[in-house]
């Protein structure tokens, strides 16, 4: 027991650096609701759109799919992807907007 008190009583502290910044990154509660509700408005704009339209959206920037994947996926050109894409995200816009 009183080697264990003498080596920590040897220890000496490490002084703190006063420069280093100490940050919170935990969102706050408002913070977090904020972000809910958007992100539900984005969905429900989301639902509004054509079914076609609606898997584009979803596949590109939701799934994180590249054109060339969604337009295998969903069995139709490359440029066809580009143009619906196009035209759903000016949907969503004016919906959100």
Do not use: C
Request: aromatic residues 4%; charged residues 40%; proline residues 3%.
């Amino acid at each position: 027991k009183n080697k264990l008190i003498d080596h920590w009583r040897r220890k000496k502290p490490l002084p703190l650096d006063e420069s280093i910044e100490i940050v919170d990154d935990r969102k706050s509660v408002e913070k977090m609701t904020e972000e809910a509700i958007e992100r539900e408005r984005i969905y429900k704009a989301i639902g509004t759109l054509k079914p076609l339209m609606r898997s584009i959206v979803t596949l590109r920037f939701i799934e994180g799919y590249s054109a060339k994947q969604t337009a295998e996926a969903l069995d139709i050109s490359e440029s066809n992807v580009r143009v619906l894409q196009h035209r759903a995200l000016k949907k969503l816009k004016g919906k959100l907007s």
